[in-house]
């Protein structure tokens, strides 16, 4: 069942008349409406097209967390094939906010790792929601440790609402470990592709960020916090969401604009969660072409371009 | 990530703005509520002389205190964009800028300068809490890349007395892109092989202890300083719980394994002091513990 979201109810409608009367034409194969049901489809069709050509930053930030939008585990079920998880900081804990691996990717072996926010109770609840505690980035230094030992490249996809704020997490250093997680991503010496396929929010977002290329899904966001908190901060108020999301230009085209993100991913009409296997597919062929872009550059030039390009941010694209 | 929800508006600043009034001046402690001199607090850099509690400590008083006889040279940081994002809240971020100079006197958070420091030559960044809670933008990120790339020039140990609420709102993701450049700018002091020092002072929070504040070879706190990643009032909205005593207090994660040591400020500079001639294999140094606010009479001028 597909969800809608507030500012789609109008979508909602037509898209719902639609199948009330193909429900009807099914019952009684006597009442002719076909006409009827492809006016309103196209009509449909065309509302949806409209309103997600000009989403605001706080309806693409909705869209970014649409329940039904593919996760990590849905890419990874549909792009990597022998995937291995491999669970574990060997310090103090697993954690299931962020999953990571060994897997087969196109033929390459890889290291892919990325935050999973769950899609139903459980499945949030066994991840967190997809917010890492200290363990879920200490276990991703494991991994890229491991990717730069073999030579595997290494993909991260990002989709966060941010590191999960507890007394266990501050206790055993979460700072400390987005520090040297972002630390050992920037020195990596082999191929690193992020792509931001939800929101991405905050430190517990660039821990893993940090890469040769980074991309964004059409509608997905990427921000220094999230409209919710800039919102109680700056405004004091928790209604001010999308001037937050405005002012903070936390879409990827701003992003893109800024030269913070490297390429935008197309979103099918209405959104990743209205063709999941589409998307998952082209986000695939997208990394496949980033990946074969850095192929020939060493250690040296990896580490060099992916610091350089991190160093020169504000530089590009502010007036 | 934020830099408000630790509003603890350092009354002390409100006391340097008073420079000019006569000395019999009293400063309530915020900690012990104790009437101590103007003159004692100062020459006591800020720690109450009752109870000990460590008040904030401006930009110019730092050095002054670390920089051998309060010399030092501050070093220009290239401009940034001002106001990248056109941002606007309540207010333009320009006029928060433009109060926040107008309140400090200083440009930005981070004010970088060199000079010697028990006779070697160092570089040393102070983020100042009072300049928008010391949030890093721009302008701070670019001063802490600029004093690393002066430690490196000058073949120097570099120290980030690190102060800050956390990543400034008003530039957006370019606010956040600061915490991978300042990590780069670690990265070539340690390949260089040159001491990276931080002293975590109240409080640090946010994007800058996810960033260049827990990246040090040696990591120093000041008693009592909030060092940590999520604010404390984040924390409790998310768990809905009482917090720990001492929660994120500079002890505390001393007992939790994440600073290397907890230092008084009186000794603060014997101990880079001495940590930086250790790494650096030079020989021990003269400098003993510096000498308490009893014995001596005053402070050395800051000379800017
Ligand atoms: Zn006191």
Redesign the pocket.
Known sequence: MLSYLEFEKPIAELEGKVQELKTLAQEDPSVSISDEVAKLETKAAQLLKDTYSRLDPWQKTQVARHPNRPHFVDYVKNLIQDFTPLAGDRLFAEDAAIIGGLGRFRGRSVVVMGHEKGSDMETRMRHNFGMARPEGYRKGIRLLDMAERFDMPVITLVDTAGAYPGIGSEERGVAEAIARSMDRCLGLSVPLISVVIGEGMSGGAIAIAAGNRVLMLEHSIYAVISPEGCSSILWRSSDKTKEAATAMKVTAQSLEELGIIDRILPEPVGGAHRERAQMIRETGDAIEEELRGLDGLDADALRRQRREKFMAMGRLGIS | MNWINNVVRPKIQRVFKKRDTPDNLWVK?S??G?MVFHRDLITAYNV?P??D?HMKLGTKERFGQLFDNGEYEEIAIPEVPADPLKFRDQKRYPERLKDARAKTGRNDAVTVAHGALDGIETVISVQDFAFMGGSLGMAAGEAIVVGAREALERKAPYIVVAAAGGARMQEGILSLMQMPRTTVAVQMLREARLPYIVVLTDPTTGGVTASYAMLGDVQIAEPGALIGFAGPRVIEQTIREKLPQGFQRAEYLLEHGMVDMVVHRHELKATLARTIRLLTHRPGSALKQETLPATRPNPPAPVA
Do not use: I, W
């Open positions: 402690c900690n012990c104790e109450c009752s109870c509690f």
